[in-house]
């Protein structure tokens, strides 16, 4: 399948030069591997330079060069209780911005990093991330959106997607739990069957 994406890509830019043509073909199989990689839990260096930061990560051999701007930061205190999570699509400076401004930094002990191949994918995953491990610090995404749109024509098995992904898990809980119970939420009365005058006094 990459050699077939490589002889396209080499067709389609062939009035170009040759060095040009490479480096786009060779960066276009190299988006088509990337994946989801997660780094271990490691000590942060709080004081040190920015360029320093991500040095553990990218100096690891499942690091993907061309993908190292998209990633999931989890900060952790000393007793590996979660104070903050994030995401960034640039370089550590934004964990510099946390230095400068947060009032938690100087308890961060710990990092998790984890790298995602797209920007849409971090988002997605920080959210996960936030309402699984709950961290101190974050304000948002720590509970779900406080209102759903459920399609109650479509299928079940959607809405009920829809609800783990969004929904808290007590809430789903207690949800799941009425359910069962229709008896307490009694439905409004319908209006008598439909019948002529002379059926009615037939039947009277």
């Known amino acids: 399948m990459l050699l077939i994406v ?3 890509v080499t067709i389609a830019l062939r009035d170009r ?3 040009s043509r490479t480096a786009i073909a060779n960066g276009i199989l190299t988006r088509m591997s990337l994946h989801t990689t997660h780094f271990p839990l490691r000590k942060l260096d709080r004081d040190a330079p ?15 060069k061309s993908c190292k701007y998209f990633y999931v930061y989890r900060f952790y205190s000393s007793d590996r209780r979660p104070l903050y999570i994030g995401i960034t699509s640039g370089a550590p400076t934004r964990w510099d911005a946390h230095r400068k ?6 308890e961060v002990e710990y990092v998790a990093v984890s790298f995602y191949p797209s920007y849409s994918a971090i988002q997605v995953a920080e959210k996960a991330a936030i309402r699984s491990e709950k961290p101190q610090c974050n304000r948002q995404f720590v509970r779900g959106p406080a209102h759903l749109s459920l399609h109650l024509h479509g299928q079940a098995e959607e809405a009920a997607a829809l609800l783990f992904r969004d929904a808290d898990a007590s809430f789903i809980s207690e949800l799941a739990h009425l359910l069962t119970k229709p008896e307490r939420f009694p439905q409004p009365e319908p209006p008598p069957a439909a019948r002529l005058a002379d059926d009615a006094a037939s039947t009277a």
């Open 6 to 8: 490589a002889q396209l």
């Open 17 to 19: 030069d040759t060095g």
């Open 50 to 64: 920015v360029k320093y930061f991500l040095e553990p990560e990218t100096t690891h051999p499942e690091w993907v």
């Open 101 to 106: 401004r947060s009032a938690w930094w100087p």
